[in-house]
């Protein structure tokens, strides 16, 4: 089985997500570990924001060569609008439609920013976080 977590699910409510992750691992939250905080300090380690701030991934090289710190920008949903020009947005909404139509998966490739400011022509990636259990 495959469970599809999507980055914009995750920023929406990812209490929620994040119980659904520990369910399909097999591993669900105990109502003594919710009472004690557990998800929400798994929210708090892994959040955007502590990653982006821990040392490991403000120095260094990725194997292959780019810098840890290319890894994150802003977090926000939609932000990849800033980095693809519109005619990027076409060509991805017409492979995603031609590659995951049957798949019960949807996309938002609509951005606000994209329509209010011309994007760079530089590439960006769409997260979608991708969960295998056996």
Known sequence: MILFLKYEDLKEDIRSQ????????????????E???????????CSFENLKDLQ???KGLHVSGIPHTEFFRKGNVGDWGNYLTPSMVGRLGK??????DDS???????????EDNIASPRSSVIFLALVFAS
């Not at 492979?95 to 995951?100: F, N, P, R, S, V």
């Open 18 to 33: 994040l119980k659904r992750l520990a369910m399909f691992l097999g591993a669900p939250f105990t109502e003594h570990e």
């Open 104 to 114: 019960g998966l949807t996309f938002k490739l609509s951005s606000k920013t994209l």
């Open 95 to 100: 492979l995603i439609q031609e590659k995951l």
């Open 56 to 58: 490991v991934n403000k």
């Open 35 to 45: 009472m004690k905080g557990a998800v929400e300090e798994i929210t708090k380690i």
